[in-house]
């Protein structure tokens, strides 16, 4: 069963969905992470046992199938008194978990969320008619491992000017949601975002832009806090664009001025290089130039180890110049796709390493591999065997393999590497003697 944005699967048969755990419980129902027999995917699933308040959910749900960034439903049924509702599971951290995790947040980051926010809930006012979501607040806002944020549960949504029953989370839901016949309104989550704005403005300083807007739109009279979510939109895009301008002119200074203080510091050294020894200085720049020629064509080199050595070359002639390219190389690297993104990182770490165990000296580029191999989070285990296969002698890629076994609890098979790297190293690192007490061997 998959998920298609025109249609929802109506189902009678709830044994396919194997329970997980569960998730969360409220007033509306349970709600667990599941897994389908067939297709291997996770889902929620969110029991009622009220077939009105299901039904009421689900209807809403069915409206939102083509809405960005919330939680989809995929399908329902019904099984004796209870309904199901099966929806899209968001793997991430609530907003709410986030902001307790980290002691500070930058205001590019809240500027971002609020944006995709904006976005979010202006298609449910947009709608006809216009969906009120009435229970924003950070435990609703799931982050994803790519920074993009994500809405879920929609419980007590309302159309507008439907009379409504008291009902909100304290401390995020507007005053008029806590009266009796009260219509639904589009002020109601203009009033909810400035309060998760204002959440997230704990862990910040320096925002007085972001913190005036969330004091309009947290105004006890609704009359005075912002209209719709397109205008809070336009003036966090405003800010976003003033940041990013800031950050780029702040840059070019700083680098001018670096530029500026290298060449008044060695006036000399400059011009005896380019007048008594003027071959030498030719040949570096002859090297960046072809150098360079590569890396802008990155996607069509075939020899990584030929452009290494190269760079290496450089380093010598130049130390600056070459640590500059070497960042530039890899970045360019990390613009690729898929396959080819890979391979090149580990072509690219392979000549490092290579180097740095002959040599003895840093593994700049092993650690370039094993950051890449966190932020992808794929592949991860062949490639560590890759090296192991490759350099069995040297022990850091034992104990880092190791780690990432722990990390991911697979004591039998780090307990097994372990071994394997006593066998062909000494193992006697204090990062090897931490990874031997956690192991327990």
């Not at 959910?57 to 439903?73: T, Y």
């Not at 008594?276 to 020629?293: A, Q, V, W």
């Not at 990390?334 to 391979?343: A, R, S």
Request: charged share 35%; glycine share 6%; with cysteine.
């Amino acid at each position: 069963m998959y998920y298609h944005k025109s249609s929802v699967e109506i189902f009678d048969d709830i044994s396919c969905y194997q329970k997980i755990r569960k998730l969360g419980e409220g007033g509306m129902g349970e709600v667990f992470l599941v897994k389908h027999l067939k297709n291997k995917k996770l889902y929620a699933m969110k029991i009622f046992s009220s077939q009105e308040k299901a039904e009421r959910e689900r209807k809403f749900m069915e409206k939102m199938v083509s809405f960005d960034g919330i939680a989809h439903l995929v399908a329902w049924g019904k099984s004796k008194e209870k309904v199901f509702l099966i929806i899209d599971y968001i793997s991430g951290i609530s907003l709410m978990d986030y902001q307790r995790k980290k002691r500070k947040i930058s205001g590019f980051k809240i500027l971002c969320w609020s944006i995709d926010l904006c976005k979010i809930l202006k298609q449910f006012h947009q709608n006809s008619p216009s969906i009120i979501y009435r229970d924003l607040k950070p435990q609703h806002l799931i982050l994803k491992k790519n920074g993009k944020l994500f809405l879920i549960d929609f419980g007590i949504s309302a159309w507008e000017g439907e009379i409504v029953k008291p009902y909100g989370t304290k401390g995020f839901a507007s005053p008029e949601q806590f009266r009796l016949r009260q219509p639904a309104i589009k002020a109601m989550d203009i009033y909810s975002f400035g309060k998760v704005l204002e959440f997230c403005l704990e862990k910040c300083s320096n925002e007085k832009k972001l913190k005036k807007l969330a004091e309009k739109c947290t105004k006890k009279d609704r009359k005075e806090r912002f209209g719709t979510f397109e205008i809070i939109e336009k003036r966090l895009k405003k800010m976003l664009f003033y940041k990013i301008y800031c950050v780029v002119i702040s840059t070019v200074f700083f680098l001018s001025g670096i530029f500026l203080w290298n060449h008044m510091r060695q006036p000399q050294e400059i011009v005896k290089k380019e007048t008594t020894n003027g071959s030498e200085f030719d040949f570096t720049k002859n090297l960046i130039r072809d150098y360079k020629k590569q890396l802008k064509d990155v996607k069509h080199v075939i020899s990584f180890s030929k452009l290494w050595k190269e760079l290496q070359k450089i380093k010598k002639e130049d130390k600056e110049q070459g640590e500059l390219l070497e960042e530039m190389t890899w970045q360019s690297i990390y613009t690729l796709d898929g396959k080819q993104k890979e391979e090149a990182v580990f072509s690219f770490g392979e000549c490092y390493l290579t180097k740095c165990i002959k040599a003895k000296e840093s593994f700049y580029g092993y650690q370039r591999v094993l950051l890449y191999l966190e932020s992808e989070r794929k592949n991860a285990e062949a490639a560590y065997e890759k090296f192991i296969k490759k350099f069995p002698a040297y022990e850091e890629i034992y104990v880092d393999y190791g780690i990432y076994l722990c990390r991911n609890k697979k004591w039998k098979k780090a307990k097994k590497i372990y071994q394997q790297g006593v066998r062909h190293t000494k193992m006697q690192s204090n990062k090897a003697k931490k990874l031997k007490e956690k192991l327990g061997t």
